[in-house]
C-alpha cells in the first residue's frame, strides 16, 4: 500500500475535486485504482493568504506508479484489524461510572466474554436530558443529574472532542465503535475530530444498546457506597445506596465531579494524593471574530474557526492559556452541587452559534494548599461558592468585558452572551487576586496576535474550576488502586486522562489488564 500527501484550497474542498487532484498527480485513472481512502485531512493555516487543506491519501494500484511521481509517495504497511478472544469462564466485573472510561472498559470486556455490571449514580441520557434543560432553563439543579453526572459523563455536553495528546494503541478501535453507533465518518481522518452534544446523545444511546447486546447490566440512579475487601484487601464486592454486590474484579472510572465518593475512598484507606488542576473563566466572544482572525478571506469556506493562546511567565512557572475552545457553542452552568457555579463549554456538531468560548485559565498546584489531599477541592468549592453569590440567585454568572477587566472599571454592565441563566456585572479582578496581573498581561499579549481579545464584545465569565481532577488515586503498573487488589482506578476522576478518548483508552487498558490477569 501507498501514501501521497495533496493540498486542496479551501474553495476547492469537495470530495470530487480531492478525488480528481489525486488521480491527476498519479497519472492514473479511477479503473486503475483498487484501494482508496483518506487517512487524514488537517487545515493548514499558518499563511493567511495561502491556506489549505493537507490531505494523507493511503492508495493501491493496479498501474505502475510514474517515476517522478515516486519521489512523493512512501509505502506503508496495511494495519491489522482487531479481533477479540473470548475468555472461558465469566469473571464477574463491577464498573463504577457510565462515562467514557467506563462504558470502553465495559464494552472491551463484554466482547471477551466478561460478566460486566455498570453502576450510574446518575440517570440514564433521556432523563438526565431533562433535568439538564430543567436547570438551563428554571435553574432547578439535581445534584445527581446534571452536566457531570449521568448516563455518558461530563463529556455528553461538551464540544465532544475526539482529539489526543497520545496516538493510543487502540485509538481506532475506539473511533470505529463510535461510527458504528452513529458518528460521521469523517471523525476516522480528521485531524481535530469532534462529535458535539447533539450527535453524541445519539452515539451514547447506541453504545448502551451494544452493551445490552452483550449482556452488560447497566443499573442507573444506583450510587457506590464503599468496596468490600477480604483480610486481605482484596475486593470482593461493593456496597451502593440500594445493596450489596459480590464482583471479582472493581473498577472505579469516576469523573473528576465525585468529590464526596474520594472521600469515602480516602475513609476506606485507598491512597489518594493531591493533584494540580487550572483555575480562570470562560472567554466568550462572536464566533465571526475568531473566524476573521483564524482564517481572513477565506472564512467563508471553512469551518468554524478554533484559537489557542498561550504566554508563559517564569515567576510562576506556568502559563495563561486557552483550552477547551468550543467554536460556535454555548456556555452552560457546570455545577453538581447546590449553591455553587462552575462553568463549562458545549458545542452542537454544527457549530452554528453566534459565540465562541475557550477557557482561559492558569494552572495551580497543590503546594498552594500545602499538600492537602482535598485541598485542591476546597479550592474550587471556595471559588464555585463565591461565584454563586456573585452572580446572584439562580445560577446566574459573574462576568465583565475584557476590556474592562484589563483596565479594572465596570463600564459596561451588560451584555449579549450564550450563557441561558443571565449575567451580572462583576469586578472579576477581585476574583483572582494573585493571579489577576498575570491574566492581565496575558491578555495584552493575545490582544497582538489575535485582535479583538481586548475589547467590549469579548468577555469573561467565572468560573472555570475543574479543568482536570484536583486529586490522583494512586495505582501501580498494572492501574491497580494501591494497597488493593483486583481494585482499578482509570478515567479522568482517577487522575489519568483529560478528554473523551484518552479516558476511553484508560478504560480499555484497565480491561486488557483484567484480561490479561485473569488468563494466568
Known sequence: MYQIEINIPPEKDTPQHVKRTFLSVLQISEKELTYYQIEKKSLDARNKSSIKWIYRINFKTK??????????????????????????????????????????????????????????????????????????????????????????????????????????????????????????????????????TNLLKIILKNLRNKLLELSVNICFQEKFIAPIFDKDRKVIGIKTNKRELSCDYLVLALGNSARDTFEKLYKENIIIEPKGFAIGF???????????????????????????????????????????????????????????????????YERDGRFGNAGLVVSVSPKEWNNEVFGGIMLQQEIEKKCYVAGGDGYKAPFCTTMDFV??????????????RGLTAYPLWELYTDKYMFFKEALIDFEKKFKGIISHEAHIIAPETRTSSAVRIKRDENYMALNTKNLFVCGEGAGYAGGIISSAADGINVARTIIKLSGR
Open 63 to 196: 498501474k505502475p506508479i510514474p517515476t517522478d511521481v515516486l519521489v512523493a509517495i512512501k509505502k506503508i504497511e496495511e494495519k491489522n484489524k482487531y479481533i477479540p478472544l473470548k475468555i472461558k469462564g465469566r469473571k464477574k466485573t463491577i464498573i463504577v461510572g457510565m462515562g467514557p472510561a467506563g462504558i470502553f472498559c465495559g464494552l472491551f470486556l463484554a466482547i471477551h466474554g466478561y460478566s460486566v455490571t455498570i453502576i450510574e449514580r446518575g440517570k440514564g441520557l433521556d432523563e438526565r436530558v431533562t433535568d439538564v434543560e430543567n436547570f438551563f432553563q428554571h435553574g432547578l439543579l439535581q445534584e445527581d443529574s446534571n452536566i457531570q453526572f449521568g448516563e455518558g459523563g461530563a463529556g455528553t455536553f461538551s464540544d465532544g472532542k475526539l482529539t489526543a495528546r497520545t496516538r493510543y494503541e487502540f485509538y481506532d478501535f475506539i473511533i470505529n465503535e463510535f461510527i458504528k453507533a452513529g458518528a460521521p465518518q469523517e471523525i476516522a481522518y480528521l485531524n481535530k475530530p469532534h462529535i458535539g
Open 282 to 348: 470562560r472567554l466568550e466572544l462572536p464566533q465571526k471574530i475568531i473566524n476573521g482572525n483564524q482564517h481572513g478571506s477565506k472564512a467563508k469556506y471553512l469551518p468554524p474557526a478554533e484559537l489557542f493562546l498561550s504566554k508563559y511567565f517564569d515567576k510562576i512557572k506556568g502559563s495563561v492559556y486557552t483550552f477547551c475552545m468550543c467554536p460556535g457553542g454555548f456556555v452552560i452552568p457546570a455545577s453538581s452541587e447546590k449553591d455553587q457555579l462552575v462553568l463549562n463549554g458545549m458545542s452542537n
Open 407 to 420: 483596565e479594572r472599571k465596570i463600564r459596561k454592565d451588560k451584555t449579549e452572551s450564550s450563557y441561558p
